[in-house]
């Protein structure tokens, strides 16, 4: 991290490690950071056995009053479908099942307090098709 990075990307960053690490320890296999397509960013892919994982991670610190997983709102879940879509057709055999799933970072002085993994937080926004 770069000394001059803005403090909410700096929680972001430390989110995102403590949360693929947990997911990680916990049997799901790691396949990408930050996915990007002109429709949006998914932070992490994992597959959990045969199912493809979308992971959105909320880093909140001990200040902030509400739970991190209500900052996905419609607008959010919809913006995550439509990237997760993009991601899909970039796969070979893009019919595989997948979960969007968010994991709540809480931090307490600049240190992981708390992770909380919320599994099947939602679905994709409308059916998919692809091919």
Known sequence: MRPDEPQHLKRGK??????????????LKFLTANFRSPRGEIDLVFRDGDCLVFVEVKTRSSEDW????????????????QT????????????????????????????????R??????????????G
Do not use: C, M, W
Request: hydrophobic share 40%; glycine share 4%; proline share 5%.
């Open 14 to 27: 430390l989110g995102e490690r403590a949360a693929k690490r947990h997911l990680q320890e916990r049997g």
């Open 66 to 81: 509400t739970r991190p997983a209500a900052a996905v709102n419609a607008r959010k879940r919809r913006l995550l479908s």
């Open 117 to 130: 993994h919320l599994p099947n937080t939602f679905s994709l926004s409308s059916p998919y098709r692809l």
């Open 84 to 115: 997760a879509f993009d991601y899909l057709k970039l796969l070979e055999n893009p019919r595989v099942r997948i979960r969007f799933d968010i994991v709540e970072v809480l931090l307490e002085d600049g240190a992981v307090r708390e992770i």
